[in-house]
């Protein structure tokens, strides 16, 4: 299981010294708001008690440890590098965006960060921006309704899972990134703790890069006003 091994030292843009990921890396708001401001603006996340695909079935980040493997969209068996978890205030950017239960196909409610991303495939895609597929960053999606900020003020944890490569994972009924090796902007601080991708395998089995819909195209499909947040 992951620790809550601090990473207080990283903050500041500091570069770091090398970092054993082995037990987790843990994030707290309220010691670093810098870090865990950057990890949230550049990295996918969700709320720590989702369940994630894996082979042996779902399981929750504190269930995880680097080398567990997350089962992805090409049915992929794909190995965790680390699990990153940030303990932040749901207020403001830190606010979770909360999808509810039958939205978009949802099988169970399903609370992420603003930047996570999700793909949306057939008619969605098709009334946002004309095309078959399409990934959509969550805040785009807020609606006030079936889609809201859940900026309740008390504190809660994220989990950005690191895989091999990125990949997209189903959770709770919903294809959404996962955040790999490959992933451009990585904060420095976790840079400088991870392995670098295999250039044969990391790459070998990537799926082709998928069109990212404009927030106003978003809007299309959840009726969202421009400023209702």
Same mark, same amino acid.
């Given at each position: 299981?992951?620790?809550?091994?601090?990473?207080?030292?990283?903050?500041?843009?500091?570069?770091?010294?090398?970092?054993?990921?082995?037990?987790?890396?843990?994030?707290?708001?309220?010691?670093?708001?810098?870090?865990?401001?950057?990890?949230?603006?550049?990295?996918?996340?969700?709320?720590?008690?989702?369940?994630?695909?894996?082979?042996?079935?779902?399981?929750?980040?504190?269930?995880?440890?680097?080398?567990?493997?997350?089962?992805?969209?090409?049915? /992929? +068996?794909?190995? *965790?590098?680390?699990?990153?978890?940030? @303990?932040?205030? %749901?207020? !403001?950017? &830190?606010?979770?965006?909360?999808?509810?239960?039958?939205?978009?196909?949802?099988?169970?409610?399903?609370?992420?960060?603003?930047?996570?991303?999700?793909?949306?495939?057939?008619?969605?895609?098709?009334?946002?921006?004309?095309?078959?597929?399409?990934?959509? /960053? +969550?805040?785009? *999606?807020?609606?006030?309704?079936?889609? @809201?900020?859940? %900026?309740? !003020?008390? &504190?809660?944890?994220?989990?950005?899972?690191?895989?091999?490569?990125?990949?997209?994972?189903?959770?709770?009924?919903?294809?959404?990134?996962?955040?790999?090796?490959?992933?451009?902007?990585?904060?420095?601080?976790?840079?400088?703790?991870?392995?670098?991708?295999?250039?044969?395998?990391?790459?070998?089995?990537?799926?082709?890069?998928?069109?990212?819909?404009?927030?106003?195209?978003?809007?299309?499909?959840?009726?969202?006003?421009?400023?209702?947040?």
């Amino acid at each position: 299981m992951p620790s809550d091994r601090p990473l207080t030292h990283l903050d500041n843009g500091l570069s770091p010294p090398a970092l054993d990921v082995s037990g987790g890396l843990h994030i707290d708001a309220a010691q670093s708001p810098n870090l865990a401001h950057r990890v949230l603006a550049r990295l996918p996340a969700l709320d720590s008690t989702m369940p994630l695909p894996t082979p042996e079935g779902s399981r929750s980040a504190d269930q995880l440890a680097p080398g567990d493997c997350l089962v992805t969209r090409e049915n /992929e +068996a794909v190995p *965790l590098r680390a699990i990153v978890t940030i @303990r932040v205030r %749901a207020l !403001g950017d &830190w606010a979770p965006v909360e999808i509810g239960t039958g939205v978009f196909g949802a099988s169970a409610a399903v609370p992420l960060s603003r930047r996570q991303e999700l793909l949306f495939e057939g008619w969605r895609a098709e009334q946002a921006c004309g095309r078959s597929a399409a990934i959509f /960053e +969550a805040g785009d *999606l807020i609606n006030g309704t079936s889609v @809201r900020s859940g %900026a309740t !003020g008390a &504190w809660m944890h994220y989990s950005c899972a690191l895989l091999d490569r990125s990949a997209m994972i189903r959770v709770n009924g919903l294809w959404v990134t996962c955040a790999g090796l490959d992933t451009p902007h990585i904060p420095a601080a976790l840079c400088h703790a991870l392995p670098g991708p295999d250039p044969f395998g990391a790459h070998q089995h990537m799926s082709p890069a998928l069109p990212r819909a404009t927030s106003f195209e978003a809007r299309a499909i959840t009726g969202a006003h421009p400023h209702v947040w």
